[in-house]
């Protein structure tokens, strides 16, 4: 399928999805949105892709934001519409069910940091920014950014980040822990596949249910989370992929994952 704004690539059960609006910064307007939306719903039942590298187009941004002549027509009513629309595009990638990297080259601002954050592991060229400067425009970050930005880097980073507006660089997102690793920037595709290699690697019956415990410590106490992880900790024990895991450790030979 061509898509005005995505370039998208699929090999080695790696899907590569680009937000191509260069002469724009990468900003995720209406059609930007819609067409991530189509792309990481297909990525959940295609069989061929195990995880998916997402990127920007050209050197200077990963995504610069929001399109901002979209606005500015907004109202109350429609300005939460808004918000909820792009919340719902960026939750679908937080739990698609399959890893999802962040390759972050250059300016992440804005919708652009909410959707680095989205994804469940950011690394970082050594010229990237991160920064909601939301309230330098008489909002608030609506894509999720109040939320995932303080279960990230902790309540006080956030507040400061998003109440002064200020960005930061690429060193002090890896020192506060937004994102896994920074490198040269054109390393940063390499730096991207070397982890997606390690991931695939392993049993992806027990990659996807890691993700899905994982994600649960946003919604649940400590006692429930633990039972969710012991569900499907159990379920794991039910796969094929478990038993030719611990086959192969006693064996002392590499596992061949069947990924089920």
Same mark, same amino acid.
């Given at each position: 399928?061509? @898509?005005?704004?995505?370039?998208?690539?699929?090999?080695?059960?790696?899907? @590569?999805?680009?937000?191509?609006?260069?002469?724009?910064?990468?900003?995720?307007?209406?059609?930007? &949105?819609?067409?991530?939306?189509?792309?990481?719903? $297909?990525?959940?039942?295609?069989?061929?892709?195990?995880?998916?590298?997402? =990127?920007?187009?050209?050197? &200077?941004?990963?995504?610069?934001?929001?399109?901002?002549?979209?606005?500015?027509?907004?109202?109350?009513?429609?300005?939460?519409? !808004?918000?909820?629309?792009?919340?719902?595009?960026?939750?679908?990638?937080?739990?698609?069910?399959?890893?999802?990297?962040?390759?972050?080259?250059? @300016?992440?601002?804005?919708?652009?940091?909410?959707?680095?954050?989205?994804?469940?592991?950011?690394?970082?060229?050594?010229?990237?920014? #991160?920064?909601?400067?939301?309230?330098?425009?008489?909002?608030?970050?609506? @894509?999720?950014?109040?939320?995932?930005?303080?279960?990230?880097?902790?309540?006080?980073?956030?507040?400061?980040?998003?109440?002064?507006?200020?960005?930061?660089?690429?060193?002090?997102?890896? &020192?506060?822990?937004?994102?896994?690793?920074?490198?040269?920037?054109?390393?940063?595709? &390499?730096?991207?596949?070397?982890?997606?290699?390690?991931?695939?690697?392993?049993?992806?019956?027990?990659?996807?249910?890691?993700?899905?415990?994982?994600?649960? =410590?946003?919604?649940?106490?400590?006692?429930?989370?633990?039972?969710?992880?012991?569900?499907?900790?159990?379920?794991?024990?039910?796969?094929?992929?478990?038993?030719? $895991? =611990?086959?192969? !450790?006693?064996?002392?030979?590499?596992?061949? #994952?069947?990924?089920?």
């Amino acid at each position: 399928m061509n @898509y005005q704004t995505l370039l998208v690539e699929i090999r080695n059960r790696i899907a @590569y999805v680009t937000i191509n609006r260069p002469d724009k910064l990468n900003a995720l307007n209406a059609q930007a &949105k819609t067409e991530l939306k189509q792309v990481f719903e $297909g990525m959940q039942t295609d069989p061929s892709v195990d995880l998916v590298i997402l =990127t920007g187009a050209g050197d &200077k941004s990963f995504v610069a934001g929001t399109d901002i002549k979209e606005l500015t027509e907004l109202n109350q009513e429609s300005g939460q519409a !808004f918000s909820a629309g792009g919340q719902a595009v960026f939750d679908l990638i937080a739990n698609l069910g399959k890893p999802v990297i962040a390759a972050v080259n250059g @300016y992440a601002l804005g919708g652009g940091a909410e959707l680095a954050m989205a994804c469940h592991i950011r690394v970082a060229a050594d010229n990237a920014r #991160f920064g909601q400067p939301e309230v330098g425009l008489g909002i608030i970050p609506g @894509y999720g950014g109040t939320q995932r930005l303080a279960r990230l880097v902790g309540k006080a980073k956030a507040l400061e980040m998003i109440l002064t507006g200020d960005p930061i660089d690429a060193q002090e997102a890896l &020192k506060i822990g937004l994102v896994s690793k920074v490198v040269p920037q054109a390393d940063l595709i &390499k730096a991207a596949e070397e982890i997606a290699h390690k991931i695939l690697a392993k049993g992806q019956v027990a990659i996807r249910k890691a993700l899905k415990a994982l994600n649960a =410590t946003d919604e649940m106490t400590l006692a429930k989370g633990q039972a969710e992880e012991a569900r499907l900790f159990g379920e794991c024990c039910a796969s094929e992929d478990f038993q030719e $895991g =611990t086959r192969a !450790f006693l064996e002392k030979r590499k596992p061949a #994952f069947k990924n089920r």
